[in-house]
């Protein structure tokens, strides 16, 4: 037995068990830090690669240069022979506009898109009368309405009770005022749809009575 087995020996007999504990947690924390700094370095590689390529168009990957070129100036790192290998990628032209064979009717759909109250002729609306009334259970509407009407301009509109249930939202214009009759169904319908409209030579003390019916 030569002499370096027995220096180790006696050196191994000299040691205490919390030596080999302390050597111990050593060697763990030397495993510990060589798997972290491989992990670590994987997983920067391969950021990395994600930050300098871009597939979104198409399936090869493509040198972000822009990136790379900042980040190789402050790592003083060549970059002139970056452009040589990279596609270059170039604007897309603009979409050019479709032509049309008239520009007449273009002008006539536009038109028919209006809101079919612009067609109706002006009319002044501070020379009717109009009474809303509520035939219904159901508290306020009338009120509702009414304000509806003044808000678009009238502003001869009051509000009431009907006695009778009515089914239907019925609308009476006096046969000296049906020149408003298209305006006022614009203005009802829009809250009651199934509102029916009558011309009546009958004498009323409103020019325009509204009827609010169930439907």
Request: glycine share 2%; net charge neutral.
């Amino acid at each position: 037995m030569d002499k370096k087995d027995t220096d180790i020996r006696k050196i191994l007999k000299k040691m205490k068990p919390s030596d080999f504990i302390y050597l111990g947690v050593i060697f763990v924390f030397f495993i510990i830090v060589v798997i972290l700094f491989s992990y670590s370095t994987g997983f920067i590689i391969k950021n990395v690669n994600k930050i300098f390529s871009s597939d979104k168009e198409t399936n090869t990957q493509l040198l972000d240069v822009p990136r790379y070129t900042l980040i190789a100036k402050k790592l003083n790192l060549p970059i002139n022979t970056i452009s040589e290998n990279t596609p270059s990628q170039e604007p897309l032209p603009p979409a050019s506009e479709p032509e049309t064979e008239n520009d007449s009717a273009i002008t006539d759909v536009n038109n028919t898109t209006q809101d079919p109250v612009a067609n109706i002729p002006e009319l002044d609306k501070s020379l009717i009368t109009i009474n809303v009334l509520n035939s219904t259970s159901k508290k306020s509407i009338a009120s509702v309405l009414a304000q509806v009407f003044k808000d678009a301009g009238f502003p001869n509109v009051k509000s009431g009770n009907e006695k009778i249930l009515y089914e239907n939202t019925t609308i009476v214009i006096k046969e000296t005022r049906k020149e408003y009759s298209p305006l006022i169904e614009q203005l009802v319908l829009v809250s009651y749809p199934k509102a029916t409209t009558k011309i009546v030579t009958d004498k009323y003390d409103f020019d325009v009575t509204v009827i609010i019916g169930k439907d």
